[in-house]
Each structure stands twice: as C-alpha cells, then as structure tokens.
C-alpha cells in the first residue's frame, strides 16, 4: 500500500496483501498522471486513513484501450472457463470474508454484523452469474416464407462501464461486472470517492482468480473530478454499454451523454420508497420488517422505507412500538461490538438530513425522536429520528433521505394511500403489509414501483436467500433500461400468518388455477379448513407439478410451502383407510387402539384445521401410532392425499426426506431416525433421545413418549442431517404451536389406569387371543393363566415362532422375542432378557 508511512491504518487484516490504493489497469497498480491524490475517510471517526490517485478525462483512454485489448482474446474464451473464472472469484472473496468486512466498516461506517451480510448476499451474484454463463442462448423461429429459418445469436457488447454508489460498494460491482465477465464483456469500474478501497481489493482478487489483464479495470478519483472522469469514460467510442447506480439527478445527466452516441445505458436511480400498513396487518411482522430496512446503514438504501403510512386504527399503536424500539438503537463505530447503527457515510448526508428536519418543523410536523446530530468522536452520527404529522408539501415527503430519519403519514382508506404511494417520481420499491389477500392482489396491480413487496421488506440477506433474476420493470424514473435486478425470495421467519413475500416480477405466474386456489386458502394458513385441498377445486388433478415449479420458481422453503397452503390434507381420507383395515380384520391390534384414533378424527373435525390435525397426530404415543397403523402406511396416504390429489392409486417415487407437508415433515424424519436403529448411529441416536426424555418428561423410554415428546427429543439432540435442515427448522415450529393444545383421549390400564395398556393390549392380543385385553403389564401378571409365568416357556416359543414380527423386533433389539422390548421395567421382564439371550435390558443401553 503506497501510503502506508504517510497514514497509520486503524484496523489489522489476516491478508495483507488484499490492501491497495493504487488505480488497477492492466494487471498494473498505476498512479494518475497528475499524480494527484485524495483521502480516503473513516466516517466513524472523520479520519483519513490512506489515499488514492485522482484520475482525470486523460487516464480514461489507457484504461479503454487496455480493455477493448483484452475483449478481443476474453470473447473467444469458452462460457465454461468464464464460469470456472467466476467461481473462482467468489471462492476467493468468501476466503476472505472477515477482512474485507474490516474494509468496508472503515469505508461505509456500516456496522460489522451489515457487512458481512452485504458480502453475504453479493456472493450470490457471483455464483449466479457463474451459472449463467453457460446458458446464454440464441434461437431459431420461421419467418413469413416458410422455406426460411432464422437464427439469432448473442454475443458480448465489448467494454463496458460501470458507475458504481459508496452504500453497497461490493453488492454493485459484483452484480455488474459478475454479469459482464460472464457475457465475456471488459469492464471498467468507476468506484465513488467514498468507497475506493473496497472495490480494488474485489479487483485483486478478480486477478488472482485468472481473469486476463484488462478484463477488470479500476479508476480512482476524488469528487470534484468524478464527473470529468465519469462523462470520458461514457463518451468514450470504445464503450458500449454504462451502468450508473445512483441519484436520479446524476442519472439523468448519464442517460443525456449516452444518449448523444446511442450508447446502451442501465439506471438504477433514487427512491422515495412508501410503506403501506393496514389495521389488519400483524404489527409484529411489520415491525420487524420495516424496522430493520429503514435503519440498515443508517437509512441509506435506495429501497429503504422513507414514507411510512399507517392506518388509523393502529397508528398509536404502531408509533408506540416503533419509539420504543427505535430508543434501543446503539449508534456508534461499525468496528465496535455493541454498535446497532454506525454513522452516516458522508458529512454531506448529515447536512441533508438535517435541512429536510428544519424544513418538516418549520411546516408544522413533529418530531417524537432525534433530529439532531450527534457528537461522537468526530464522526458523522445522527440521532434515530421520528417524525409525524408529515404533509406531501415537505420537502421530506418528496425527496430521498438517505439517512436514519423516519416519517409516519396517516391514512383511513386503500385508495387514499395508494395515491399517496404513487405520488413520486421515483417508484423504485413499495411495501404493504396486510392479511386480506384480496386488498393484497389490488396493491399488486396497483402500486408503480419496479418492485412491490407482499408482507415483506427483502430486508434480511442471508446464506441461504434465493436469488432469482428478472428483467426490470420500467416505473417512472427509478429503474429504466434491461437491468437484471435481483428479488429477494427469503425464508418465512416469525408469525405464521405471513402470506407471501413474492415480488412483481412472477406476477405470470400466478395465472395458474392451482395457485389461484392457494392464494385463497393463504388468507389464514394456520385455519387451513380440512377439505380436499387443492384436489377439490382442480377436478382431482396430480398437482404434484404445480407444487414442484411453484417452489422452483420462488425459491420456497419447505415452511413458505406449508404458510402457503400446500399441506392441506384430508384426514377424512386416512380415517377411511383405518376403517376399513377394521373391517377386514387386516390387523389385529386395530379395535383395542381405535380409541386414540376416534379421539385423533374427532379432533380434527371439531376443529377443521392443520393446527388440530397436527395436534391429534403429535398426541400419539410412538408405539401406538408406530405399530398400530405403521409410519410407511400412514405417511404414505398422507403424502398421497396431499401431493397426488387422486385417491385409490398408489403413489409412485415419493420420498419422505421431500417434506412436502407439514405432517410429513415431522413423520418423515421420525421414521427416518427410528426405522435405522438396528446401526449403531441409530443405537445411539436412541440412547440419547432416552436420555433427553428422562430428563425432560420422566419418560423412561422413546416408545413411551408421545410423538411431540419423541420431535422435541431429536430436535434438542439435533439427529437431522444437514440436507434435512428444512425439517428441523419445521419440528421447531410445529412444537413450538402445539405447547398450549390439549388432546383429550389418554389410554390406561382397565384396572391400574396404568399407560402400560398401550403395550399391554398389543402383546395380549397377538399371544394369548385376548385374554388379557385392557390391562398393563402388571395387573396381566396378576391375571396370568395357571402355571404360566412370563418367564415360561410358553411365551417363548409364541414369539419365536411369530415369523410375521421378526422384523420389527430385530430393529430393536436384534432378537426375535419382539415383545419383551416393550414390556416395562419390572423384574420379570429382565429375568426373561437375561434368561434367553444373556444379557440385562439395562446393559443393552450402555
């Protein structure tokens, strides 16, 4: 770094050589030719910490040259060495995650916790982009003659430019040249003065990655020389194409000098981004929503909330909550621990959020919090604001913030807000946060922004965010031209209540019936009515598609599918199966357990929702449910009745680690986890469920658990494997609903009102025909026939013999005595283990 004894670094970096200040061009680290320089600025504490080279109009051609040079050898490289290139890129970048995290607090002032999620959800155009590179494809359609084809084919423009903001420096460079390397386009970046550092250490380790020389150039300037430097590179013949992120006043100047050469030109200008919150929102979710959207980076995103309308009926209320969460907001160093919001990047930005505040009380708004700037160390922090009162006369109801300043606007009726929202010229991005899904398709169709938040803010980029890339949609002066944009598609968290969070650009996909029918049935997902589902409102059609593409295309997690509505199951259907196995007589313990399933369809029909269902289910003990009906059997007519949507055929190719709905979400992996236990993973996966259950529930046993007990067991042990995260996640949920549900029906004992019933009818019906029905295990040896003891002879040879239950008992045990593994603890039972196969129940444990 050529600065470094001029300036003392404030930070440490594990990879020092990630550190640069020098222009990059060719491969080269370059100076200006005026020599001239600029500070480099720490908005924490107002400190310059290095410097970089102020280019000028006279280094634009060098950097043009080197990149049209290097277009004509990076064109002929395959698609899939570009891709290995990207990859390879990314991998270095996740490498070293940590350090330029540091680089970017002491640029931006973000705090610590925002950069490493700006890295986070960058990383995802990389990886993207490296995939799409590969799929760039011409066509071949029949013109007017048809003895004619015509071909189209695409091929890279050449060198391009790229404009880039200081708020996410590393989520706009690698969006922008992620899709240019991977059309086989040279780019130059044109980083802000604010934000040099960061994008030429991306530009390091793009060389490091293979990228030939000129294939990435960077130049430097301060901000007087930007717009010099800026209209050369747009002006240049060498340029084919601009990309600008940034003011709409500067894009405007950018579209009018690309214009002059017909030059392709994207924008992604300012927003004036509106919230809208209905009475019959879930304050909760939109509080936690919009919360962390419009104080990220201390407000200043081009799709924060910057006019927040709240409907009468809980404005109060809602302005209540958000005062008092707003109070909690640690403003402080990014680099420091306890810090929820850093500064302001720009003293500029201080001087305009302060100018808007003067101007909304002069007009007789009222500020509830802040306004004021904060002295700290010399960096540029302002206080977490809160106005009311807000009139679209103000010059804060009309312009961009762009710093941690909130205004609350009232409303009674849809259609005032909705002019309100429109009523900008910068329709970047809208939200709305409702549960009545009709009023939510209205604002769908009737909000101008290129973006439109459901019951979300796309404010929480994370590992494991879907990135879903569409073309743009051209809204006043927010966003014109074929960008590709990206849509946040991010898991539910929270409520349950949660309706959607998808984005205007699927809208072409919700003309299909089937989702038509889940929007109706999303208006109270934890009410789902228990009907036929899907089935009944599609003539019986195998929906198994919609399901696949629906989550395909949204990125949808196994939670979204179940909020959605895709778990709606008929337990009428599995009830009839029961019956019917009555009937034919197809098992023998079925009549003695019928109690749990009468109490289990009772339930689930006085209720006629998921929520009873599942709580029917999650009140069975492990054994009845298990060896009453069997998991396969079961879990199969549910997945069948759910996704197949046609009864009496069997399922084909249906696995139970898909998870497709709720029920199966925690039977699958229940089965999954008891079904192996004869491996010694599985043995140990039992011995600590056990262990858990003692502690927790004084259950002595998995198999006298019930099967909510048994879920919480494995998820506290955590038994699921990384592929089946979605399931553990589910678990959570599912418990985490059931703890305040009450199931009725609880089996004992005739006699004792001992739960050993469960058990005991199971080994009396199959070994003595019945003349132990109803009693446990002890009041059975109390009652046993003359001369037969339970160690006798008589038992063993009943149950060697019984080929039909071999199976099961040597899952357990390994012996094909299948009862003595339920039998409870008493001295007979382990004097029968020891007697006839050497060994005491309790030293199988260890």
Same mark, same amino acid.
């Not at 010229?425 to 938040?453: P, Q």
């Given at each position: 770094?050529?600065?470094?004894?001029?300036?003392?670094?404030?930070?440490?970096?594990?990879?020092?050589?990630?550190?640069?200040?020098?222009? @990059?061009?060719?491969?080269?680290?370059?100076? /200006?030719?005026?020599?001239? =320089?600029?500070?480099?600025?720490?908005?924490?504490?107002?400190?310059?910490?290095?410097?970089?080279? =102020?280019?000028?109009?006279?280094?634009?051609?060098?950097?043009?040259?080197?990149?049209?040079?290097?277009?004509?050898?990076?064109? %002929?490289?395959?698609?899939?060495?570009?891709?290995?290139?990207?990859?390879?890129?990314?991998?270095?970048?996740?490498?070293?995650?940590?350090?330029?995290?540091?680089?970017?607090?002491?640029?931006?002032?973000?705090?610590?916790?925002?950069?490493?999620?700006?890295?986070?959800?960058?990383?995802?155009?990389?990886?993207?982009?490296?995939?799409?590179?590969?799929?760039?494809?011409?066509?071949?359609?029949?013109?007017?003659?048809?003895?004619?084809?015509?071909?189209?084919?695409?091929?890279?423009?050449?060198?391009?430019?790229?404009?880039?903001?200081?708020?996410?420096?590393?989520?706009?460079?690698?969006?922008?040249?992620?899709?240019?390397?991977?059309?086989?386009?040279?780019?130059?970046?044109?980083? /802000?003065?604010?934000?040099?550092?960061?994008?030429?250490?991306?530009?390091?380790?793009?060389?490091?990655?293979?990228?030939?020389?000129?294939?990435?150039?960077?130049?430097?300037?301060?901000?007087?020389?930007?717009?010099?430097?800026?209209?050369?590179?747009?002006?240049?013949?060498?340029?084919?194409?601009? /990309?600008?992120?940034?003011?709409?006043?500067?894009?405007?100047?950018?579209?009018?000098?690309?214009?002059?050469?017909?030059? %392709?030109?994207?924008?992604?200008?300012?927003?004036?981004?509106?919230?809208?919150?209905?009475?019959?929102?879930?304050?909760?979710?939109?509080?936690?929503?919009?919360?962390?959207?419009?104080?990220?980076?201390?407000?200043?995103?081009?799709?924060?909330?910057?006019?927040?309308?709240?409907?009468?009926?809980?404005?109060?209320?809602?302005?209540?909550?958000? $005062?008092?969460?707003?109070?909690?907001?640690?403003?402080?160093?990014?680099?420091?621990?306890?810090?929820?919001?850093?500064?302001?990047?720009?003293?500029?930005?201080? $001087?305009?959020?302060?100018?808007?505040?003067?101007?909304?009380?002069?007009?007789?708004?009222?500020?509830?919090?802040?306004?004021?700037?904060?002295?700290?160390?010399?960096?540029?922090? @302002?206080?977490?604001?809160?106005?009311?009162?807000?009139?679209?006369?103000?010059?804060?109801?009309?312009?961009?913030?762009?710093?941690?300043?909130?205004?609350?606007?009232?409303?009674? =009726?849809?259609?005032?807000?909705? %002019?309100?929202?429109?009523?900008?010229?910068?329709?970047?991005? /809208?939200?709305? @946060?409702?549960?009545?899904?009709?009023?939510?398709?209205?604002?769908?169709?009737?909000?101008?922004?290129?973006?439109?938040?459901?019951?979300?803010?796309?404010?929480?980029?994370?590992?494991?965010?879907?990135?879903?890339?569409?073309?743009?949609?051209?809204?006043?002066?927010?966003?014109?031209?074929?960008?590709?944009?990206?849509?946040?598609?991010?898991?539910?968290?929270?409520?349950?209540?949660?309706?959607?969070?998808?984005?205007?650009?699927?809208?072409?996909?919700?003309?299909?019936?089937?989702?038509?029918?889940?929007?109706?049935?999303?208006?109270?997902?934890?009410?789902?009515?228990?009907?036929?589902?899907?089935?009944?409102?599609?003539?019986?059609?195998?929906?198994?598609?919609?399901?696949?593409?629906?989550?395909?295309?949204?990125?949808?997690?196994?939670?979204?599918?179940?909020?959605?509505?895709?778990?709606?199951?008929?337990?009428?259907?599995?009830?009839?199966?029961?019956? &019917?196995?009555?009937?034919?007589?197809?098992?023998?313990?079925?009549?003695?357990?019928?109690?749990?399933?009468?109490?289990?369809?009772?339930?689930?029909?006085?209720?006629?929702?998921?929520?009873?269902?599942?709580?029917?289910?999650?009140?069975?003990?492990?054994?009845?449910?298990?060896?009453?009906?069997?998991?396969?059997?079961?879990?199969?007519?549910?997945?069948?009745?759910?996704?197949?949507?046609?009864?009496?055929? %069997?399922?084909?190719?249906?696995?139970?680690?898909?998870?497709?709905?709720?029920?199966?979400?925690?039977?699958?992996?229940?089965?999954?986890?008891?079904?192996?236990?004869?491996?010694?993973?599985?043995?140990?996966?039992?011995?600590?469920?056990?262990?858990?259950?003692?502690?927790?529930?004084?259950?002595?046993?998995?198999?006298?658990?019930?099967?909510?007990?048994?879920?919480?067991?494995?998820?506290? &042990?955590?038994?699921?494997?990384?592929?089946?995260?979605?399931?553990?996640?589910?678990?959570?949920?599912?418990?985490?609903?059931?703890?305040?549900?009450?199931?009725?029906?609880?089996?004992?004992?005739?006699?004792?009102?001992? &739960?050993?019933?469960?058990?005991?009818?199971?080994?009396?019906?199959?070994?003595?025909?019945?003349?132990?029905?109803?009693?446990?295990?002890?009041?059975?040896?109390?009652?046993?026939?003359?001369?037969?003891?339970?160690?006798?002879?008589?038992?063993?040879?009943?149950?060697?013999?019984?080929?039909?239950?071999?199976?099961?008992?040597?899952?357990?045990?390994?012996?094909?005595?299948?009862?003595?593994?339920?039998?409870?603890?008493?001295?007979?039972?382990?004097?029968?283990?020891?007697?006839?196969?050497?060994?005491?129940?309790?030293?199988?444990?260890?």
């Amino acid at each position: 770094m050529g600065s470094a004894q001029k300036y003392e670094l404030p930070f440490k970096l594990k990879n020092t050589e990630l550190l640069h200040n020098l222009s @990059f061009v060719h491969g080269e680290w370059k100076k /200006s030719r005026s020599g001239k =320089t600029f500070e480099v600025v720490d908005p924490g504490t107002g400190k310059a910490w290095t410097e970089c080279p =102020t280019n000028d109009a006279s280094d634009v051609d060098d950097a043009v040259q080197s990149s049209q040079k290097c277009f004509e050898e990076y064109k %002929k490289i395959s698609p899939r060495q570009r891709a290995q290139m990207l990859f390879k890129w990314d991998s270095l970048i996740r490498e070293n995650k940590e350090d330029i995290a540091t680089i970017l607090v002491y640029e931006t002032g973000k705090p610590r916790a925002e950069a490493y999620g700006e890295i986070d959800y960058s990383t995802g155009f990389t990886w993207w982009f490296a995939g799409e590179a590969e799929r760039i494809q011409g066509s071949v359609f029949t013109p007017a003659l048809p003895d004619r084809r015509v071909f189209t084919i695409k091929q890279p423009l050449g060198v391009t430019a790229a404009l880039v903001p200081w708020n996410f420096p590393i989520a706009m460079i690698l969006r922008k040249a992620g899709a240019a390397l991977a059309a086989g386009c040279t780019m130059i970046v044109k980083p /802000s003065p604010e934000t040099p550092i960061t994008v030429l250490t991306l530009a390091y380790l793009a060389d490091k990655a293979g990228f030939p020389k000129g294939a990435l150039n960077v130049l430097t300037t301060d901000l007087d020389k930007t717009p010099e430097l800026s209209e050369a590179l747009c002006r240049h013949d060498l340029v084919k194409k601009v /990309s600008f992120t940034g003011s709409t006043r500067v894009g405007k100047l950018v579209a009018k000098i690309c214009s002059d050469n017909l030059k %392709k030109v994207t924008l992604e200008l300012g927003g004036n981004c509106p919230v809208l919150i209905f009475d019959d929102a879930s304050i909760d979710q939109a509080m936690g929503q919009i919360f962390a959207l419009k104080y990220r980076h201390a407000g200043q995103a081009c799709i924060t909330a910057n006019r927040i309308y709240v409907q009468s009926g809980i404005f109060d209320k809602f302005l209540e909550r958000w $005062n008092a969460e707003s109070k909690k907001i640690v403003v402080g160093h990014g680099a420091e621990k306890e810090t929820t919001m850093g500064p302001v990047t720009t003293p500029r930005g201080i $001087n305009k959020a302060l100018a808007l505040v003067e101007d909304a009380k002069k007009k007789g708004a009222k500020i509830h919090l802040g306004g004021n700037k904060v002295s700290k160390n010399g960096g540029y922090f @302002f206080e977490p604001t809160v106005i009311t009162g807000v009139t679209p006369d103000m010059d804060i109801a009309k312009e961009e913030i762009f710093a941690p300043v909130c205004t609350f606007l009232k409303f009674d =009726t849809e259609e005032e807000v909705v %002019k309100a929202a429109n009523d900008t010229s910068m329709g970047l991005a /809208s939200y709305c @946060f409702t549960k009545n899904v009709d009023r939510l398709w209205r604002l769908f169709e009737n909000l101008e922004a290129g973006m439109i938040g459901l019951n979300t803010a796309m404010s929480k980029p994370k590992k494991d965010t879907t990135i879903a890339l569409v073309p743009d949609q051209d809204v006043t002066l927010a966003e014109s031209g074929q960008l590709m944009t990206v849509t946040l598609f991010s898991p539910i968290e929270g409520s349950v209540r949660h309706v959607t969070d998808v984005c205007v650009s699927v809208d072409a996909c919700l003309k299909s019936p089937y989702l038509k029918r889940l929007v109706e049935v999303a208006k109270d997902p934890a009410n789902i009515i228990l009907d036929n589902g899907l089935t009944s409102d599609t003539g019986g059609v195998n929906t198994q598609s919609a399901l696949v593409w629906l989550a395909h295309l949204h990125g949808l997690s196994v939670k979204h599918m179940a909020e959605l509505g895709l778990n709606n199951v008929a337990p009428v259907a599995v009830w009839e199966v029961l019956q &019917i196995w009555i009937v034919q007589e197809k098992r023998g313990d079925i009549q003695d357990l019928k109690p749990w399933f009468d109490a289990w369809y009772e339930t689930a029909v006085a209720g006629k929702t998921l929520t009873h269902y599942v709580a029917g289910l999650l009140a069975f003990p492990c054994q009845a449910f298990d060896h009453a009906v069997g998991f396969a059997n079961v879990t199969k007519y549910l997945v069948y009745n759910t996704v197949g949507g046609i009864k009496d055929r %069997k399922p084909k190719g249906i696995k139970l680690k898909t998870f497709h709905l709720a029920p199966n979400e925690f039977i699958g992996p229940l089965n999954h986890a008891r079904g192996g236990l004869k491996t010694a993973m599985h043995k140990s996966i039992w011995k600590k469920a056990n262990n858990v259950l003692r502690f927790d529930t004084e259950k002595c046993n998995c198999w006298d658990a019930t099967i909510g007990q048994y879920l919480a067991a494995l998820v506290k &042990i955590d038994v699921f494997p990384i592929e089946d995260a979605m399931a553990r996640s589910s678990f959570q949920g599912i418990l985490e609903r059931m703890k305040h549900f009450e199931f009725d029906y609880t089996p004992a004992c005739d006699r004792c009102q001992s &739960i050993d019933f469960v058990y005991g009818v199971r080994m009396t019906r199959q070994f003595t025909q019945g003349y132990f029905d109803g009693l446990c295990l002890d009041c059975m040896d109390r009652s046993k026939p003359k001369g037969k003891d339970l160690d006798d002879e008589y038992w063993r040879i009943n149950a060697n013999v019984n080929k039909r239950w071999d199976s099961r008992c040597r899952m357990h045990h390994g012996q094909p005595t299948w009862y003595v593994s339920w039998l409870g603890r008493d001295d007979a039972r382990q004097k029968l283990l020891k007697e006839a196969h050497g060994y005491h129940d309790d030293e199988e444990d260890e």
